[in-house]
Each structure stands twice: as C-alpha cells, then as structure tokens.
C-alpha cells in the first residue's frame, strides 16, 4: 500500500498547520498500539546486542554501523514465529518504535570510540566508568530535547526526506501490508549468514581455541588450570587450528629465507599482514565499492609508496631501542609507529580538508540552518493542531538550559574545561545540530566527524595548552549533534507510518539508556583489561598501546583522528613540541590539504559522479591496512553482484545479492562481532 504523502506543491505553499491537519486526518493511525512493553523490550534487548556490535566495529574502522533496519527486519521475523505459536503479532507502529529504540542504541557508542577513547590516551588513564556513561547518557539526552522543536520545521514543515529514514519506512509498510515472505526470507538469509561468520570467527578465535583445548587437557590429564595451561602453549605451534593473519606463513617463508620485503624491511613491519577479518567484509558490502576502493588508495599509497620512500629517505626511522639495520630486513617498525612519527599527519589533514570542503559545499544547509534558528521563514498561520501527541516545547525549553547546565558542570567537574568554554559550547551546540540536522535530511549523511574539528580548533586555540578543553567540548558538541540528526532519522518512519512522535521521544530515551549500559561495561572489558597504573607512570603512551596495540584486533581510527587534531591544535596555538611536526611531515600536509580540496571540489562539481573520496582516501592510511582489505573485497564482492543480477529483478540471485545485501552484511557483522566480542571476554575471565 502506498504511503499517503503532500504533493511538491502542497509542501511547497502550505502552511504548517495545515500540513498537520493533513497528516491528522489521511496518515495519523490513532491508538494504535507504539510504544508498548514488548516493543521497549525487544528494541531494549536488539539494541544492547547491536551497540556491541558497533563498538566492536567502530573499533576497528571508525565508524558506526546504522542499526535501523537490521532490527525491523529482525523483529518482524521473530513475532511472526511467536504469532504463529499464538502469541499477538507486533503492529507496524510497536515495530516501527522498537527500531527507534535500537537505533539510539546502536548509536550510543559514537563518543565511546573517538572523542572519549582519545582524552584516555592525551591524559594516559582510564575515565572513570560511571563518568563515561553518565557523560554519554546526558548528553544524549540534551540530543533529544534539541532534537524536538527542530522535527516540527525539518519533517512537519519542510518535509525533509531523511534517506535512511524514508527506507526504513518503506520496508516497514513493505512488510506490513503486502510482501510478507521477503522479509521472512531477508531474516533468514541475516541469520544464516550471522551463524556462518560467527562459526568461522569461532575456529580462528584463538582464545576459545586454547581455553578449549586446554579444558580437554585439565579434564583428561589432570592438573591446575595455569599449569595446563602452560604445558598448552609449549605445544600450541603443533596443533591445528584457523590462522587469523599472516603470522604463521610469514614465519614459515622466514624460515626458508623467502619472507617478502619492501626496501629491505619486512612487510610486517611495515604493517602488510593481510587477516581474515569477517566484520569488515560486512562492513565494506555496506559501505559501496566507491568509499572501499578510496580507502585501498590510501592504504597502497601509504604503506606501500609514501612510507617506504621515507624510510630509505631517513624520515621514519626504526622504533628507539630496538637492534636492526634497515636493508637487511632487521629493522623494527610497526603500523603504530610508523602512523604516530610521521604518516598520521597526511592522512587527517586530506580527511580535514575533505570534510571542510564537503561541509562548505552546501551553503543551503547553513541557510536553512540559520532559517529555522532565527525563525525567518514563518508560514505558520495557526495554532498547533497536534499538541496532543508531539512533545510539548516546554520541555525541551526547560529541559535544555538544565539538562546543558548539567553537562557544562560534568565537563569541568571531571574533564577541567573551564566554566566558560564549557558555557561557550552550548550556543555551538544549537548551530552545528542545525547544520547536521539539515545535512542529515538532505542527504542522509550526519557530518559528525566534520563538525568535530570546528569545536577541537576553536576551544583548542583558545586554550591550547589544555587538551581536554578541545576534547570534551568536542565531544558535547558531536554527540548531541549527532544524536539529535539520528533522532529525526528516526522520527521520519513515525511520521511516515502515521505514529506518536512523543512515544518516539520516550523510546529514544529507552534506547540511550539500553546503550550506555550495554556499551560502557563491555568498553572496559574490550579495551582497557591490560591497564596498569604502574606502567603508566612510566610510560605517557601507555593507555594507547593497550587500547590499540600495535598489530592488535583494534585500531581505534577515529580515536587517532581526534588525537591527532588535538595534539595540531597544541602544536600550532600552544608552542608544542619543536619536534611534533618535522619539514617532510608539513610538505606531506600541505600537499594532503591540497589534494583533498581538488578531489572533494571535483567531486562536489560532478554530482557525486566523481569516483574519488579523499575523505576514504584519508581513512585508508589511519584504518589497519588488513581491515581494509577486508573491506574492499567485501565491497567487490557485492558489487559484482549488483553487476551481475542488478538488472536482473525476476532472478533469485537478484533477491539474495541485492535485495537482500544490507541483511546479509548486518548478519556477516553481527556474527563475527559477536563471536569476536566472545573470543576477547574468554581471554579476560579464563585465560587471564
């Protein structure tokens, strides 16, 4: 069944009010069942699960995975198995505020694996736990509060199509009302491919590959749990099971003086390990072949051209302390630092300047913005005929002074912003939610990581010997813009399918808080296990080795980007170190600045046509190089696909490939998340 919706005209000439009269009388579905026990239930659950999945993720690429329709899809499926054992199916507005619930969970791990991560490693220790999810949790909050008066103008008035968020209705009326069997089949077709990726990720997991086998050795030989444990390890290299990476063949071509080198270093120092990484083939089928094959630019370019030409040059020299000649394949590097000495600095200026371009590119999102903050365009001829079930203004008018109040204290109290930046970010806060908001709706994209630079060089030049003053302020700033964009996104499918935008507001509210104590207790048993205050003393880069080891499961690239903003805006405006920033590392710069202004105006100048993203370019060089690998066969993969069955509708490799792609890459990531997420929780609790 089509879904009612106001011609170009009538959005056009229309007053709001009678725009909502309209949607009052044709889409509005009254009482029916939303915001019930089982739907705060399901999307609290879905969502718990999916924000691990994102904070695993997000981990490893910087990035957060939109949760939306994975848990419509999933939801469906598993009401319509319960209805069929009598249990009451789940009404298309209950599914609908469910995945409003989920979502905001999914999204709650955003600040977790950038802003946060990087204040741990600037201050080299830990936050407190109940801080970072309190922190998280009002800030979302304020998220909401701002989000509000802004759905009446953006979705209300303008009728702003919010991509993501039209699809995620379309497949719900989908489902709904006429093809109820291909949303069986996508569920199906997520959960086998989740149980595919989560039993290879169990066979190279090689924490339940030793607790297992060292559980048959205690059972069948006796013995304590560590010294079976011990007497495991001296056998390990004689037992079988799935390698993960590179470390085994490049020790066995080593043995037979083959291993492979690039102007006489090995290729695992210069971080060429390719793995088997499941999650990021999922990631890179949900990401496109344009941004996957942008980032394997930026990885070859790197790591195989820029960095070996420095390193015979004498720029990147082998890690302090360590024996080794560079030429005789001896010599000891690492992706961490080989990022850290001297690639870092390339590879965010190109995302820098890509992002300003990409942002400035749209001046219409600053007018609209703007528009909707100084209220210059009032077409609202009458009174608010929906007062009855939107969010009273009053809240939010209440609310944010309160609720900013608190987070301003928060983030002096706990993070030393000084009352006045602290202040000084909330009135920043409204204008960039503006711009992401309008960005958001018209295109689909929040330009979160953009918007973060803005606050990290204003706060950073005005307090440039204090890093947590651009930090935090551009956490409070990304966060609540963010949150609030997502929100609407959300609310568009409410909207659509004729729901209770105040019953959204309250699932939002369930789902911040499903997140928050989903994502920060695993954060801390994922990330922060190897954490000693001794070592720390010692070493300023203690906390950043054991979150993202060099050669470890995660990279944190986001975090690296928010550092390495920070530690510029230190450098520039505060009199840093003379030694930060090198004359090859500022040619590099200006070089990669450059770049990414040609490519982002090309691309911009072409509609999007342009096959380049400088912005993936960048995130090439900080993403480990094996993940985006991954990532670009899993795009391949699916873009053979479309190529293939792509014109092909009536076929099944059409149904399965295409339309069946995002359901497949969720279950793939899910999957070998989930498992993943397992494999560094037995390492923890049972190998210690």
Known sequence: MAIPQLTEEQVRTWTREQKDRWWLEHVFK???????????????????????????????????????????????????????????????LENNCMQSIATAAGYMTGPLISGMAAYMWVMNEPMLWWQMLLFNVVLSLLGVLVAFPMKRRFINDEQQPFPEGRACGVVLDTLYSSAAAVGMFKAKALAIAACIAGAISFVSGEAYFKSIHALYLWATRGGKWKEVLEKFEAQLDKTWHLPHNMDGIYAWLASKGLEPHLVGVRFKELAINPALDLAMIGAGGLMGIRAASSMMIGMVLNFFVIVPWMITLGEIKPKSGTVGVVGEGAAVFGRAHILNTWALWWGIM????????????????????????????????????????????????????????????????????????????????????????????????????????????????????????????????????????????????????????????????????????????????????????????????????????????FAFPSAVQWKGVSDLVTSIFGGGSGTLLTQSIIISMVIAAVAGIVLEVWRTMSRGKFPISALAIGLGVVVPPESTLCMFLGALFFWGMHRVYGNRPETKGNLLWVQTQEPICAGIIAGAALVGIGDVLVRVFALG
């Open 30 to 92: 009254g009482d029916m069942p939303q915001l019930t026990l089982r739907s705060a239930v399901t999307g609290f659950c879905l969502g718990g699960i999916l924000s691990a999945t994102n904070l695993y993720v997000g981990a490893k690429t910087g990035w957060t995975l939109g949760v939306g329709l994975t848990s419509v899809i999933l939801a469906f499926a598993m009401f319509k198995i319960l209805s069929r054992m009598g249990a009451k199916d789940m009404t298309i």
């Open 350 to 553: 190109i995302m820098v300047a890509a992002s300003m371009v990409a942002l400035f590119a749209k001046p219409q999102v600053f007018v609209d913005a703007f528009r909707t903050l100084t209220g210059a365009k009032k077409r609202d001829a009458g009174g608010d005929v929906l007062r009855h079930i939107e969010l009273p203004l009053s809240i939010s008018w209440i609310g944010i002074p309160v609720i900013g109040a608190v987070g301003v204290w928060m983030a002096h109290d706990w993070f030393g912003v000084p009352w006045h930046f602290g202040a000084l970010a909330i009135p920043m806060i409204i204008i960039l939610t503006l711009i992401a908001a309008s960005s958001t709706g018209m295109t689909g994209i929040t330009p979160t990581g953009s918007l973060s630079k803005i606050p990290q060089f204003i706060f950073g030049a005005a307090d440039p010997k204090h890093a947590p003053t651009n930090l935090m302020t551009g956490v409070m700033c990304v966060e609540v813009a963010s949150n609030a964009s997502n929100l609407l996104m959300d609310i568009k499918p409410g909207y659509m399918l004729g729901g209770k935008p105040r019953h959204q507001a309250m699932g939002h509210v369930i789902g911040i808080l499903a997140g928050a104590l989903a994502s920060t207790p695993l954060f801390y048993l994922l990330f922060l296990d190897g954490y000693s205050k001794e070592k720390a003393a010692t070493d300023p880069l203690h906390i950043q080795n054991v979150m993202a080891p060099d050669g470890g499961q």
